[in-house]
């Protein structure tokens, strides 16, 4: 297995959109399979392909408290949002940036499981929204861009600060 390298906010990169996967096949198998490795080291609950450099339309997440619930999204979509709450959210490619954010509270996500198998699931509360926050990733859009411009401003200044820190 690989750990991914994950782009970081503000790169350019992460506003390229996902494509859907045509196939499931075994490297879109093993891609899975990375991607849950990488999210659970890092460690984070969900990841999208688009933060590890790659445009297809894939999402993992696992919110449980013993990481051991993995969930799979391929070529996700939303058929049916009601509601509307407000979380505080973060993102593994926003290190250390919580902010709130709202979206729908409840959705009906309908995607391809890790075996290409068609399914629907209902979600509300943190789930629902991991599940929009990742989707919007393939979109090539990340949750600051809800924020003010202000609030962007600074956190790139901290951004700045992390990168000059790592090298
Ligand atoms: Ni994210």
């Known amino acids: 297995m690989t750990i991914l390298n994950i782009l970081h906010y503000p790169d350019p990169r992460l506003r390229k959109k996902a494509l859907p996967v045509s196939q499931v096949d075994e490297t879109v198998k093993r891609l899975v399979e990375d991607m849950f490795e990488t999210m659970y080291q890092a460690p ?26 993995p969930l799979c999204f391929i070529n996700p979509e939303i058929i049916r949002r009601d509601g509307v709450e407000e979380m505080e959210e973060g993102c593994l490619s926003v290190p250390g940036i919580y902010e709130r954010v709202e979206r729908a509270e409840q959705v009906i996500v309908r995607a391809l499981d890790r075996e290409g198998e068609s399914f629907d699931m209902q979600v509300s509360g943190l789930l629902s929204a991991c599940i ?21 401003q600074r956190i790139r200044k901290k951004m700045d600060k992390l990168r000059q820190k790592m090298m």
């Open 44 to 69: 984070g609950i969900g990841l999208a392909a688009t933060q590890a450099d790659i445009q297809k339309r894939i999402i993992v997440i696992d919110i449980s408290e013993h990481k051991n619930e």
């Open 132 to 152: 929009q926050h990742e989707m919007d990733h393939l979109e090539g859009k990340l949750f600051v861009d809800y924020l003010s411009e202000l609030k962007r």
